[in-house]
């Protein structure tokens, strides 16, 4: 009688540890199947950046307006070529020429000009320092970055006009954009300081100019 109990129990003891395991494999089951697993879709943007090419030297033209002080403004065109040192440091030289027009007084007055029309001619060299103040970047469209940058200068050369030869001293200040890898896209503004005596006694004069180029790198 006592083994008899001893099996039933045994027996109930197994079964029930049978339908235990067999809850806990359908649960594990269950749950694996029940877990999904979220896959991000970020659509990365392909940026294509520009940089200066690894040539140090780099030569171009300019166009723009210059503003000769008691001559009016006219139009202004030259070429200009850069050394560059760093990647912050830069020489650059620059011709440029321009012409003088009637002063006011020769305006008002009608009577005869104070400079013929071979001394109106104004015609400038220049070497100067620049520096790379703020180098950064420019995106358009959301797709493409130029490098760019915003920089100084400053030199000494001289300017022909009135029919004599002033000792010039330029500063200023530009913005170039790399459209490419070689080809870079300027605008300036430079102001060319000089003492002249066109008039009789000695005057310093601030002719301000405003031009935009292109340059290439070799």
Avoid at 28 to 33: D, S
Avoid at 120 to 148: H, K, Q, T
Avoid at 184 to 210: K, L, M, P, S
């Amino acid at each position: 009688m006592e083994n008899r109990t001893k099996r039933v129990l045994l027996t109930r003891f197994l079964l029930a540890s049978a339908a235990l395991i067999g809850t806990l494999q359908f649960t594990t089951v269950y749950a694996k199947e029940a877990v999904q697993v979220i896959e991000p879709d970020i659509h990365r943007r392909q940026i294509k950046i520009d940089a200066i090419d690894s040539e140090n030297f780099e030569i171009g033209v300019f166009y723009g307006i210059i503003s000769i002080e008691d001559f009016s403004s006219n139009d202004v065109y030259g070429v200009r070529g850069t050394y560059h040192l760093t990647e912050d440091f830069f020489f650059e030289a620059s011709y440029g020429s321009s012409e003088g027009d009637l002063t006011s007084f020769e305006k008002l007055s009608g009577g005869s000009p104070l400079l013929n029309d071979s001394d109106r001619e104004y015609n400038f060299y220049d070497i100067s320092v620049g520096w790379n103040v703020l180098p950064g970047e420019v995106f358009i469209l959301e797709e493409y970055a130029f490098n760019s940058a915003l920089y100084l200068v400053a030199g000494i050369g001289s300017t022909e006009f009135a029919g004599d030869s002033w000792l010039t001293v330029n500063l200023g200040a530009g913005f170039k954009l790399l459209l490419s890898d070689a080809i870079a896209w300027h605008i300036d503004v430079r102001d060319h300081i000089f003492d002249r005596d066109t008039f009789g006694a000695d005057q310093t004069t601030h002719n301000i100019e405003f031009s935009t180029g292109i340059t290439v790198f070799f």
